[in-house]
């Protein structure tokens, strides 16, 4: 049905239709079509209305359509196969699936919302409809499962790269897979692994950037830590960042094949914001505090403390 209110508004684009227009034409109460409105509203649709005038849709939000991201896309295996979803739980979980169903190295899942996004240590990611960039890829690395934690440090360069493209000059990468826009977090990365001791059978590689997100969309708690393009005041194509995020993976995962990852990790030193930063870390059984002061060839973070330096391998920093 709301699909069938936004038909009409776009048919008569620019023109205002009353309430009651549209419930003759849809057999629907009023009330019915004022819900449906207020939804499209908060999904990004800019739709005026008056009580006398009736609604008005002005603009719509740009939407990652399979056909649309194919359209400009660079790459030659990265986004080469398109899985697009209105709505889902979380495209990690969708990716999931059908790498077990033996989809190919560089399909990629996008959704315009998710319902259940998953963050590192199963916190929640918030992902409302077209206000981020949602997607995972699925990629099929020929490296030790060991190595697989330094494929989140190659995302977090080439993301910080993408998003430097496009007008956010000042992000920084914070270990492992954040990145951060003057403090507050704009970008999530979570990398997942199938595989064995000895193989790695694939690697989900999940991005989630926060493109339109206003103060209203977030919890209160988040407010002062989260960001976006909007609560930057740069105004982003969705389609454009997504295709020049798929170009600097792509791009980064051809100089790993072809000379390892000393590249990868000498940029993500240089755009990291915390190195050099007291840090505090929690880690699974013991919480301290220290200097963040390099991380080693196996992107575990390295922390000098008076009693040396700790190596933290996973953990929550917190820049004191
Ligand atoms: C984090 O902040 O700890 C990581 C967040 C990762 C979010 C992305 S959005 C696309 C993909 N699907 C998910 O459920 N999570 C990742």
Same mark, same amino acid.
């Given at each position: 049905?709301? /699909?069938?209110?936004?038909?009409? $508004?776009?048919? *008569?684009?620019?023109?205002?239709?009353?309430? /009651?227009?549209?419930?003759?034409?849809?057999?629907?109460?009023?009330?019915?079509?004022?819900? *449906?409105?207020?939804?499209?509203?908060?999904?990004?649709?800019?739709?005026?209305?008056?009580?006398?005038?009736?609604?008005?849709?002005?603009?719509?939000? @740009?939407?990652?359509?399979?056909?649309?991201?194919?359209?400009?896309?660079?790459?030659?295996?990265?986004?080469?196969?398109?899985?697009?979803?209105?709505?889902?739980?979380?495209?990690?979980?969708?990716?999931?699936?059908?790498?077990?169903?033996?989809?190919? @190295?560089?399909?990629?899942?996008?959704?315009?919302?998710?319902?259940?996004?998953?963050?590192?240590?199963?916190?929640?990611?918030?992902?409302?409809?077209?206000?981020?960039?949602?997607?995972?890829?699925?990629?099929?690395?020929?490296?030790?499962?060991?190595?697989?934690?330094?494929?989140?440090?190659?995302?977090?360069?080439?993301?910080?790269?993408?998003?430097? *493209? *496009?007008?956010?000059?000042?992000?920084?990468?914070?270990?492992?897979?954040?990145? $951060?826009?003057?403090?507050?977090?704009?970008?999530?990365?979570?990398?997942?692994?199938? &595989?064995? %001791?000895?193989?790695?059978?694939?690697?989900? !590689?999940?991005?989630? #950037?926060?493109?339109?997100?206003?103060?209203?969309?977030?919890?209160?708690?988040? /407010?002062?830590?989260?960001?976006?393009?909007?609560?930057?005041?740069?105004?982003?194509?969705?389609?454009?960042?997504?295709?020049?995020?798929?170009?600097?993976?792509? &791009?980064?995962?051809?100089?790993?094949?072809?000379?390892?990852?000393?590249?990868?990790? %000498?940029?993500?030193?240089?755009?990291?914001? !915390?190195?050099?930063?007291?840090?505090?870390?929690?880690?699974?059984?013991?919480?301290?505090?220290?200097? %963040?002061?390099?991380?080693?060839?196996?992107?575990?973070?390295?922390?000098?403390?008076?009693?040396? #330096?700790?190596?933290? !391998? %996973?953990?929550?920093?917190?820049?004191?």
């Amino acid at each position: 049905m709301r /699909q069938d209110i936004l038909d009409f $508004l776009i048919q *008569h684009k620019d023109e205002f239709v009353s309430g /009651q227009q549209i419930s003759e034409q849809l057999g629907i109460s009023r009330t019915a079509v004022w819900k *449906h409105i207020r939804v499209l509203k908060q999904r990004g649709y800019v739709i005026e209305s008056y009580t006398k005038k009736g609604y008005c849709l002005r603009e719509a939000p @740009e939407l990652l359509s399979e056909q649309a991201i194919e359209e400009g896309l660079s790459t030659k295996v990265v986004g080469h196969h398109i899985v697009y979803r209105e709505r889902v739980d979380s495209t990690n979980n969708v990716a999931k699936k059908l790498a077990d169903e033996g989809a190919p @190295e560089g399909t990629i899942v996008v959704a315009e919302e998710q319902t259940g996004g998953r963050g590192r240590i199963n916190r929640s990611f918030l992902s409302p409809f077209a206000k981020g960039v949602w997607f995972s890829l699925i990629l099929r690395p020929n490296i030790p499962p060991m190595e697989v934690s330094k494929m989140t440090l190659l995302a977090a360069v080439a993301v910080a790269r993408a998003i430097r *493209h *496009h007008g956010l000059t000042d992000c920084g990468i914070k270990w492992p897979n954040d990145i $951060l826009v003057k403090g507050r977090k704009m970008v999530g990365i979570l990398t997942e692994l199938n &595989g064995s %001791a000895e193989k790695v059978n694939y690697i989900i !590689m999940g991005i989630g #950037v926060n493109t339109g997100i206003t103060a209203e969309d977030l919890p209160k708690d988040l /407010q002062s830590i989260v960001t976006s393009f909007a609560r930057e005041g740069v105004r982003v194509s969705r389609l454009a960042l997504l295709e020049t995020l798929l170009k600097e993976i792509e &791009g980064l995962y051809q100089t790993v094949c072809r000379d390892g990852f000393a590249p990868v990790l %000498a940029e993500w030193r240089a755009l990291s914001c !915390m190195l050099g930063q007291d840090v505090t870390v929690t880690s699974i059984d013991k919480t301290f505090s220290g200097k %963040a002061v390099d991380i080693d060839e196996n992107g575990n973070l390295l922390v000098a403390t008076p009693e040396g #330096v700790e190596v933290v !391998m %996973a953990g929550d920093i917190h820049v004191r």
